[in-house]
């Protein structure tokens, strides 16, 4: 069964303290990793999509990168609008199935 | 372009009931997909429609059931409700790319069972 652990569960950051996210995954058969970020009390906003090994996207000051166990997701620079929680899924062997994981809580401070 | 819509927004029902959750898709779209979030816990996939027929389900018991009309829109039922129910519920959808495609949510209904 597809499986992605995400961490860590929460992080703290000052205004302008760049940090990683990380989202380890196990799959048969990848066919998307997908990054969203989801606010308290709606639903995931979709920001990026990984197809190989070796891709990089990049999204004002998110970058996420993919190789063939681990996603990270870079937030450069962040801001206090950047607070959510961001969420990692994989798209494997059962179709139109996203296997999340449980998310990373981050807070911007100003 | 309009986003997935769903209603209601909130739902409180009676344990026992049965609950029906409504969602419209992005136009041009024709998958629907629904995810349980309850608290505590990640995004659960329940159940995935395209072109009006079920085609794939997750780890959830037959009282969650759902369907999908010409125009593409949704509907969960959630029979025999229970107090583990209480969740936001998650739409998504997606053009159909015979495996499932890059899905959008909306903003998801929240049930409270008591």
Redesign the interface.
């Known amino acids: 069964e597809d499986q992605v652990t995400q961490s860590p569960e929460a992080l703290r950051l000052q205004e302008g303290e760049s940090s990683s996210l990380n989202c380890s995954y196990t799959v048969s058969g990848l066919r998307g990793l997908f990054w969203y970020r989801q606010d308290p009390g709606k639903g995931p906003e979709f920001l990026f999509t990984l197809y190989s090994a070796g891709e990089e996207k990049e999204k004002e000051r998110l970058k996420a990168t993919l190789t063939k166990k681990e996603s990270f997701l870079h937030i450069t620079a962040p801001k206090p609008e950047d607070s959510a929680t961001y969420l990692c899924a994989v798209q494997g062997s059962s179709w139109g199935k996203l296997q999340f994981g449980a998310g990373t809580q981050v807070v911007v401070t100003p | 372009e309009a986003g ?1 819509t769903q209603s209601p927004t909130h739902l409180i029902k009676t344990r026992g009931q049965q609950a029906t959750l409504r969602c419209s898709p992005i136009s041009g779209h024709t ?1 629907v ?1 629904w ?1 349980q979030q309850a608290l505590g ?5 329940l159940l ?1 429609y ?1 072109e009006g027929e079920e ?2 389900r ?1 780890n959830f018991p037959p009282r969650f059931s759902g369907r999908q009309f010409p125009n593409y829109s949704s509907e969960l039922n959630v029979n025999a409700l229970e107090l583990e129910d209480s969740a ?1 519920y ?1 739409c ?1 959808s997606s053009r159909n790319t ?3 495609g ?7 209904t ?1 049930l409270t069972v008591t």
């Open positions: 997935v998958s997909y995810y816990l990640g995004l659960q996939f995935w395209d085609r794939n997750g936001l998650l998504a015979g495996t499932g890059l899905q959008y949510f909306g903003p998801g929240r």
